[in-house]
């Protein structure tokens, strides 16, 4: 068995429904991300057969969709709009840490949908496309007709936003007559963000006694209402700058930003760990290890050719060691050079 076989048997029967196919530039590659681009199909046939005869373990697609897809060089293609693309990427290390990050990117992702997207941008949701990436995140497309059209530049500013970069919680916070003043709870945006978190966090500002009685204060953007020195009060939810920054969304602005840029294709096969790049439906229930694998009930042996101590996988595996794991799991192993099928 080979890892090539695998991909060409997905690839058969796999339903790859890539909107706009015909407009897309495509890239593929086996050893690295892409090797070959300007590739170019006219129907999801077309590129189905590709797949089945060339079995990339990377494939990819333009976030624009052009006139001429395959020209050469990039400003014959004839640009006609992007979809607006954010990548959620954790910066892992080791080869088996994604793992450890899947539940904190979909929260990112979840966060990223609801409190920015829908809640502040105003997108409709029959607009936003969410794809689990095959890895360690989640890429989420903007589809509305609007955004499509937007240049690089407005692109930096919507990722800078969402990251909250040159956002300051002393600009919004301030004291006026020895009483403390900030935003309001019913407040969109990074202001009503902080009079949220300040709401959840109300007891380890003023106490579990007082908590209800400042939290009303917050619904008028009153900070005061508390017997607490107001300074220490203010000087806490400064601190809060560190945790709005861990909950805001760590967007790849490149991604978003770079109009003729690739990215991976839903539907298709990562090729460093064999799972499927989803579509998500239903981010709260998603389960990548249940949702984005292949035949779990299929089974193949390995050999390991070094140990991998990973419990969330079910290791600890050792060198040397042979185990008839599930299918996905086993090509999880080979892609990742810690072990052979025999």
Do not use: C
């Amino acid at each position: 068995m080979r890892a090539e076989d695998i991909f060409k048997s997905y690839y058969r029967q796999a339903v790859m429904a890539v909107e706009g196919v015909e407009a897309r530039e495509f890239g593929a590659g086996w050893k690295k991300k892409i090797e070959t681009r300007h590739l170019a199909f006219r129907d999801s046939s077309e590129l189905r057969s590709y797949l089945v005869a060339n079995a990339p373990f990377y494939l990819s697609h333009s976030i624009a969709y052009y006139r001429y897809p395959s020209a050469r060089p990039m400003q014959k293609k004839e640009w006609v709009k992007a979809d607006v693309v954010f990548d959620l990427d954790p910066p892992v290390k080791g080869k088996y840490d994604f793992v450890r990050y899947l539940e904190r990117m979909k929260e990112d992702a979840q966060r990223l949908v609801e409190d920015f997207l829908i809640g502040d941008f105003g997108i409709e949701r029959s607009y936003i496309e969410v794809v689990f990436s095959g890895s360690k995140g989640y890429h989420i497309y903007v589809k509305d007709p609007e955004y499509q059209l937007l240049g690089g530049e407005e692109r930096r500013q919507l990722v800078e936003y969402v990251t909250g970069k040159g956002f300051k919680i002393e600009d919004h916070l301030f004291f006026e007559d020895k009483r403390l003043v900030g935003p309001k709870l019913g407040e969109g945006g990074y202001r009503g963000r902080v009079a949220r978190l300040a709401k959840e966090r109300a007891a380890a500002l003023v106490g579990e006694e007082e908590k209800d009685f400042f939290v009303g204060g917050l619904a008028e953007g009153n900070w005061s209402r508390t017997s607490k020195n107001l300074k220490k009060v203010y000087q806490k939810v400064l601190s809060f700058k560190d945790a709005l920054s861990v909950r805001s969304v760590a967007s790849d602005v490149m991604v978003t930003q770079d109009l003729s840029r690739l990215i991976r294709v839903p539907e298709s096969l990562h090729g460093d760990t064999g799972m499927i790049a989803k579509r998500v439906n239903d981010l709260e229930r998603f389960d990548p290890f249940k949702d984005a694998i292949l035949e779990a009930d299929r089974t193949f042996k390995v050999r390991f050719v070094e140990d991998v101590d990973e419990s969330l996988l079910g290791g600890p595996y050792y060198e040397g060691e042979v185990r008839e794991l599930s299918l996905w799991k086993a090509l999880l192993f080979v892609l990742k050079k810690s072990a052979i099928f025999l």
